[in-house]
């Protein structure tokens, strides 16, 4: 691929926030409402992080983790995220179950979320807190799937 058909494969194809903003209002509705809770901001930190990972969201990752290293994430924690199943002594058990539960929702289609997965995050969490969880996973994924559609551009480095 030379240079060119790059470019032409990142610019930003429309603005959402520009085109219709009642569109991205109801979105940034979710989000105030995700984070309005009593979750941990690291706990939705690492939800967001790891759905955009599955998903190939540069945009997305770039402002997760940015965000989550700004609100005292530990920057080895982020770099191990994709694989928190081999570095477990680095995330809590209700951690863990989130990142699966992130995982299982995302890939919807693989199976949906099991019982075992189900069950574990219920043992750490209130059925309130578990709503939030699932909004927070959804929203990821929309946010997600309009940035990898409109090419958002990511910011200067």
Not at 33 to 54: C, M
Not at 128 to 146: E, F, G
């Amino acid at each position: 691929m030379s240079i060119t058909d790059n470019q032409s494969q990142t610019t930003q194809r429309l603005s959402i926030q520009e085109v219709d903003p009642d569109a991205y209002k109801g979105m940034l509705a979710i989000e105030k409402y995700v984070h309005s809770g009593d979750l941990e901001p690291k706990t939705i930190h690492l939800l967001k992080i790891r759905a955009s990972q599955l998903n190939g969201c540069a945009y997305c990752l770039d402002m997760h983790t940015t965000e989550a290293r700004k609100d005292g994430e530990d920057q080895r924690r982020l770099d191990v995220v994709s694989a928190w199943r081999e570095a477990t002594s680095w995330f809590s058990e209700p951690e863990q179950a989130v990142l699966e539960f992130t995982e299982q929702m995302t890939l919807i289609g693989q199976g949906g979320v099991s019982d075992e997965v189900w069950a574990r995050v219920k043992a750490s969490y209130t059925d309130s807190q578990v709503v939030r969880l699932l909004m927070a996973v959804s929203a990821i994924n929309v946010w997600n799937r309009l940035a990898i559609s409109t090419h958002q551009t990511l910011p200067a480095l």
